[in-house]
């Protein structure tokens, strides 16, 4: 039986909210604390359950090792500005092992990566705002038109 399905059966042997129960006291353990969504998701158990799932599969299951997974966490929640998640991702990284230097050049490329974001999708609205004259499709607005014509 494979790990996957002997986690299955102990689910279904303890049911949803002793296991609900036990999981957060091990992330608790093992992290020093538990992340609010986990606690707000173990109000329904079977949603901490089926979200924590999800999770260890997809970590349990990749080639990478589990730093360099943290260290990903660590970026993907500095990039979407959560703090919660990149305080939580850094204190497990620092756990698996990364170094101080290494969470600083993670955040330098969440914050490149974000930045670059920022600008490619803004001048795609320019360059498509831009093509049109806004004075031109939009008589009585009172701004230079973007055509050349001169009013």
Not at 43 to 67: C, F, M
């Amino acid at each position: 039986m494979s790990e996957f399905e002997e986690t299955l059966n102990g689910i279904v042997e303890k049911g949803a909210y002793q296991t609900s129960r036990q999981w957060l006291d091990d992330i608790e353990h093992e992290y020093g604390r538990t992340p609010l969504i986990f606690k707000r998701m173990a109000e329904r158990p079977e949603v901490l359950i089926s979200h924590l799932l999800y999770k260890g599969t997809v970590t349990q299951t990749n080639a990478l090792d589990p730093k360099y997974v943290e260290l990903i966490s660590l970026a993907v929640g500095a990039a979407l500005r959560c703090q919660h998640c990149t305080g939580y991702h850094m204190q497990a990284a620092l756990k698996m092992g990364a170094t101080r230097d290494e969470i600083l050049e993670v955040i330098l490329i969440a914050g490149l990566i974000s930045n670059s974001s920022v600008l490619a999708n803004a001048y795609r609205i320019i360059d498509e705002k831009l093509e049109r004259c806004a004075p031109c499709d939009n008589q009585g607005m009172d701004v230079p038109h973007t055509c050349g014509r001169e009013e």
